[in-house]
């Protein structure tokens, strides 16, 4: 069966829980972001993602952190990032951080780089929001050098210049992680991803299908382009958020004062047109997982479907629900995405597989 990858991630909001007020402490999100991750390894998904804020009411300001301490409690889960801010973070520390992340969770690490959706994050780490798109551009392209250069000169227009330098650890095998660029709205990065043959990760919890359809549509024409493969061989991941209960209107009730609050969405569309209009599915396991093949009609064969199921303010115990839940119906979805899978498309990239190609094992990837 070909290698869909399906997971999770996170984007770490302390959210009060609208049916009792109750405000989990930032120790007790941590804690429970870490037992989240164990149980989407326990019930066999392929990956564990959290995001990079440095702003309440966030707490994951430290994501290689969180997910090296994952790495020690888990043996095959990918430990990825939702986002790694390519923009207001170091490239040098980026390169460092994950290849250290690599190594320490032999090799199930790679990671999603974006711009994050935080104005006042630029300011604080010296930045202007003005250049972001310029910002992710030659950050990332002095991240790409620094892994695949062991002596690097630099020099570009946002950080200090660099001479004989070699970012340390290497990664391992030689081999660095496989990156993913990560946007909702913005077609330079969708152009980014398509240059170096990288992943391209559409996050498709806010925008109507047809938008997200347009923007990996761009990336693979431009994958193409530039010479990587066919279109239908780009390397395409989607986000998308669920609340299940094993009957759809107890999905419902249950799910909407969190959907009315929840720190993003909350005051604004109704839940019926927030779902109609976006992947938000609301109601039992046969729905979500109709509702999740059916993604591949607009944007073809893709390698990577992550869900957002723990966030505006939902306690843990519900969380752990959804995922059992979820673990139910894994079977189906793998056995949905392989069905009718193009010959040409490739799996989802791993490690190993990556590792394989460097070494001529194998082909492209």
Do not use: C
Not at 10 to 25: H, I, L, Y
Not at 119 to 148: S, T
């Amino acid at each position: 069966m070909s290698q869909m990858q399906l997971g999770i991630f996170s984007v770490s909001d302390v959210t009060p829980d609208p049916t009792t007020g109750r405000t989990p402490t930032e120790h007790e999100r941590l804690k429970a972001t870490v037992a989240i991750a164990q149980k989407a390894e326990e019930i066999g998904l392929d990956v564990f993602a959290w995001g990079q804020h440095h702003n309440p009411p966030f707490v994951a300001s430290a994501p290689t952190t969180m997910l090296a301490h994952v790495a020690a409690l888990t043996e095959r889960i990918i430990l990825s990032t939702s986002t790694t801010l390519i923009t207001t973070t170091d490239p040098v520390r980026i390169a460092e951080d994950y290849a250290t992340l690599q190594h320490l969770s032999d090799g199930r690490t790679d990671l999603m780089l974006g711009r994050g959706n935080t104005g006042p994050v630029y300011p604080w780490f010296g930045k202007d929001i003005r250049e972001g798109i310029a910002l992710a551009v030659e950050n990332y392209h002095l991240l790409h050098r620094l892994w695949r250069e062991d002596v690097v000169d630099w020099e570009g227009r946002f950080r200090t210049p660099l001479q004989g330098f070699t970012s340390t650890p290497r990664p391992l095998d030689g081999v660095p992680p496989f990156v993913w660029h990560g946007s909702i709205r913005s077609p330079e990065i969708a152009e980014q991803a398509a240059y170096y043959g990288d992943g391209f990760f559409s996050n498709h919890i806010f925008w109507p299908a047809s938008h997200t359809q347009r923007m990996v549509q761009l990336y693979r024409r431009r994958f193409a382009h530039y010479g990587h493969g066919t279109p239908e061989q780009a390397i395409v991941g989607l986000g998308g958020q669920f609340f299940m209960r094993r009957n759809s209107q107890d999905a419902v009730r249950e799910f909407r004062p969190y959907f009315d609050n929840a720190p993003v969405y909350g005051h604004g569309p109704s839940l019926e047109e927030f779902t109609e209009q976006t992947p938000l599915t609301v109601g039992s396991p046969q729905q979500v997982l109709e509702r999740t093949l059916g993604f591949r009609e607009y944007v073809g064969d893709y390698q990577r479907q992550l869900f957002l199921v723990d966030h505006a303010g939902l306690p843990l115990t519900t969380v752990l629900e959804q995922l059992d839940l979820l673990g139910e119906i894994l079977p189906d979805l793998r056995a949905g995405f392989a069905e009718g899978r193009g010959a040409d498309v490739p799996d989802a990239p791993t490690h190993a597989s990556l590792v394989a190609a460097d070494q001529g094992l194998v082909g492209a990837r």
